[in-house]
């Protein structure tokens, strides 16, 4: 997601940085550049115009044309402006402080919005918290059993009364099994249309009435674009929801909705569902997206999902390896275990700052998960000797570890001169020197 909007800005604000003074001629034809890149990636025209118009402001006023760096000062401000586009401050759940936190969500059929629920329960389960589901949605075929499925694999506890009692009286009853099974977290899937009636309206209001939920989660699909932003616009006018959970908002979409929301309805985006698997739910921060749109990487982002993966016992004892130059294929192999843990590959280098470049490189010579199974195949079928030492790997030890990985000869030379690359960027890491993202790719 984001790609080609990204590409566009990044180009057009990379003209500007390039610049070492700045007109007012400068500025318009960059807010054209950035205008029609914001079009292009279906952006609310309205939405789009307001932005535009108050980068501009911003530009010509406070004295940044006459600054030292007025381009650094016209990317900082279009960062500030695209996070303050997608509500500003990150904003948390409306936890209760005592008895379940009841959470609604609600949205169209074909949102995404069970198997968000069970998203949701894991994402919350992480911070400690006893979640459960209650299946009340009674219209679509197989959602009862659906929940029950994903809810499961989650972790959480589900309730449900099939499909023939009242939505109404199933949320009542499963708000009164989990504030007697000192649940932390009830969450209500509700049923959804495939568009706005009046009959779906009357339903949330009568669940909103009868179990008084703490927040009300509208679950929109990032793919729709331009539609899940009417949708939002639609809903915040016949019920009071308190913010958004984008689903699929790793895949094709343009950003539409996820820069067109909050400017329209007003709500935030808390959560976004970035890959298919369960655990695959992300706070929403708007100041962090706008920096991964701006090619400016998500470090703080990436500290956290590598703090969920790894402790500080190893990361100490992984520091002293590489500061003393021991780092091995041992070691090689269990960090890669933890860095895919983090999620795709592709994702989590996205996170790095620079790596815009770099991450083309890699999708044009398809570093995808299956090259990182034939690298631990490699590894795996090395002795314990030739993984602290891989100079010792002749030919016929070459020939024997591709045997037993199913892979190539060239594919085990490769795999260890790239090993012993790598060896020599983290001893310039731990000499202080920063190398440059080629370098890296070249290491990998």
Request: hydrophobic fraction near 40%.
């Amino acid at each position: 997601m984001f790609d080609q909007l990204s590409d566009r800005l990044q180009e057009t604000l990379s003209g500007v940085r390039s610049r070492g003074k700045l007109t007012e001629s400068d500025v318009d034809r960059a807010m054209r550049e950035i205008r029609l890149a914001l079009l292009e990636a279906d952006v609310n025209f309205k939405v789009v115009k307001q932005f535009t118009s108050q980068v501009k402001e911003r530009c010509l006023g406070a004295g940044v044309l006459d600054s030292l760096n007025p381009g650094q000062q016209v990317v900082k401000i279009v960062n500030e402006e695209l996070a303050a586009l997608m509500g500003g401050a990150s904003r948390d759940l409306a936890l209760a402080s005592s008895g379940p936190t009841v959470i609604l969500m609600a949205g169209l059929q074909g949102s995404g919005k069970t198997t968000a629920c069970a998203k949701l329960a894991k994402h919350l389960a992480k911070d400690g918290k006893r979640v459960a589901l209650v299946a009340c949605d009674t219209q679509r075929p197989a959602a009862v059993e659906q929940l029950v499925t994903v809810g499961q694999r989650a972790g959480a506890k589900v309730y449900e009364q099939g499909t023939e009692r009242d939505p109404v009286e199933i949320a009542e009853w499963a708000l009164g099994q989990a504030r007697a099974a000192g649940e932390d977290v009830l969450i209500v899937d509700t049923a959804g249309r495939l568009h706005i009636d009046e009959e779906l309206m009357e339903e949330l209001a009568a669940i909103r009435k009868r179990i008084k939920p703490h927040d009300i989660l509208l679950v929109l699909d990032a793919m729709t674009g331009q539609d899940a932003v009417n949708v939002a616009e639609a809903f915040a006018e016949r019920v009071e929801f308190d913010g958004v959970l984008l689903t699929k908002l790793d895949g094709d979409a343009r950003g539409g909705a996820a820069l067109s929301v909050k400017a329209v309805t007003g709500k935030p985006i808390l959560y976004a569902s970035v890959g298919e698997k369960l655990d695959e739910l992300e706070r929403f921060h708007p100041e962090r997206m706008a920096s991964r749109i701006l090619g400016m990487g998500d470090v703080l982002s990436l500290i956290e999902k590598a703090e969920e993966v790894s402790d500080s016992e190893q990361a100490e004892d992984l520091e002293r390896k590489i500061r003393r130059q021991q780092f091995t294929l041992e070691d090689f192999l269990q960090q890669m275990r933890q860095v895919r843990r983090m999620g795709p590959l592709s994702n989590v280098l996205g996170l790095m700052p620079g790596m815009g470049k770099a991450m083309k490189q890699m999708r044009q010579v398809n570093m995808d998960e299956r090259e990182l199974d034939r690298i631990e195949a490699i590894i795996l079928s090395m002795t314990p000797t030739e993984r602290a030492r891989p100079d010792l790997i002749d030919g016929s030890r070459r020939k024997r570890i591709a045997r037993g990985s199913g892979t190539t000869v060239q594919a085990v030379n490769q795999l260890v001169k790239q090993f012993g690359q790598m060896r020599k960027l983290m001893a310039q890491l731990a000499k202080g020197k920063m190398p440059d993202p080629q370098q890296l790719m070249r290491g990998m």
